[in-house]
Structure formats: structure tokens, C-alpha cells
């Protein structure tokens, strides 16, 4: 059984802790660098990135956040996870992790009230609901990232190498095949 941890910094993990046993995962929270190094994928769930970013630094977890996805760990990041695996942020913010070549916005879509839900036709996937909350998008990507799925122009789905990206949170709408193409799960 895979091991794949999630995030427990900030947002709702707890959901895709419930989406990951259902899809056969063995899920496990990670708040510590021993507990990240124990585990074969990670989700970094939806939230505040911001806030993310001040709690993986003060427990000293960007380093290891990096390392393990540049080695190669399967990453499947939503929403805020998006923010943060991302190599270039518009309007200044500082990247944290830097791992995928895409320039993202955050709150492209608006603020909370401007919340929708809608139907994605995604690669590998097909027709999936998506949940969209103060989302992110891709305004530009780079070569080696593939683009899985588009609403209004914009990459909201992408792949590059071993990690995932969506704008969107598949947590709340109980579709686990996100998580099963991210991390290979059948």
C-alpha cells in the first residue's frame, strides 16, 4: 500500500486524508521532516498560501519539501498547493517551493463570494466537478509542463514530471481520481 502523506499545516487535510483512504492509500499527516521522510507522495492541500508558507518555514520544512520533490516524490498540489509549488508568483510574492515552471496567479478568480463549482474535461481523467474557492490560475507555462485541463483560457490542471497541479479543490467534491492519477493508485 502507498504511503501518502498530506500537508497538515493549514487547510482542509483532513478531507483529502478521507479521499486518499478511499481511493487505497495508506494516508498520514506530515507536520514534521521525519514524518515527510517517511512517506512515498505527498498532497499539499488547499488553504492560505501564505500562511503555509510561515508554517512549513518555521518547522523547517521547505528544504525538505524540495529536496523530496526534486528526488523525485509523486507531489499533487490543489489550490494553494498550486501557489506553493510554483517557480514564479504575479504580484511580487516570493516563491516557496519553486518546483513546477509556471507563472501563477492567486485569487484569479476573485474573492470568496466569487466561488463556483463547474465541469472540467481533464486528461487522463475525463468530465470531473471542480470546486473553485478565492482559486489561483496559470497565467504562463513552461516547456516540459504539460497542460491537463483549461477553464476560460487558463491552464487549471498541469503535470510536470511527478507533480500535479490543480486550481481547484477535488477534496470537496468527493471525486478521488485526481489523487489516483497523481499518484498512480488504481
Not at 10 to 19: I, S, T, V, Y
Not at 21 to 40: H, K, Q
Not at 80 to 93: S, Y
Amino acid at each position: 500500500m502507498k504511503k501518502v502523506g498530506v500537508l497538515a499545516l493549514q487547510g482542509d487535510f483532513e478531507a483529502h486524508q478521507r479521499l486518499l483512504e478511499r481511493a487505497g492509500a495508506g494516508p498520514m499527516l506530515v507536520r514534521t521532516r521525519e514524518e515527510l521522510e517517511s512517506v512515498d507522495a505527498l498532497v499539499i492541500p488547499g488553504g492560505e498560501s501564505t500562511t503555509i508558507g510561515k508554517l512549513a518555514t518555521d518547522y523547517d520544512l521547505v528544504d525538505p519539501l524540495r529536496k523530496r520533490a526534486e528526488g523525485g516524490m509523486p507531489i499533487l498540489g490543489t489550490c494553494a498547493g498550486m501557489i506553493v509549488c510554483a517557480k514564479r508568483i504575479t504580484e511580487g510574492d516570493r516563491p516557496l517551493l519553486g518546483i513546477v515552471d509556471v507563472t501563477v496567479r492567486r485569487n484569479a478568480y476573485g474573492r470568496q463570494v466569487d466561488s463556483f463549482e463547474t465541469d472540467l474535461d481533464v486528461i487522463g481523467i475525463g468530465e470531473m466537478h471542480a470546486v473553485f474557492i478565492r482559486a489561483p490560475w496559470v497565467e504562463e507555462v513552461g516547456p516540459g509542463v504539460d497542460v491537463l485541463a483549461t477553464h476560460r483560457h487558463h491552464a487549471v490542471v498541469l503535470r510536470q514530471g511527478n507533480v500535479t497541479l490543480a486550481s481547484f479543490h477535488p477534496e470537496l467534491s468527493g471525486d478521488d481520481r485526481l489523487h489516483r492519477l497523481a499518484f498512480g493508485l488504481s
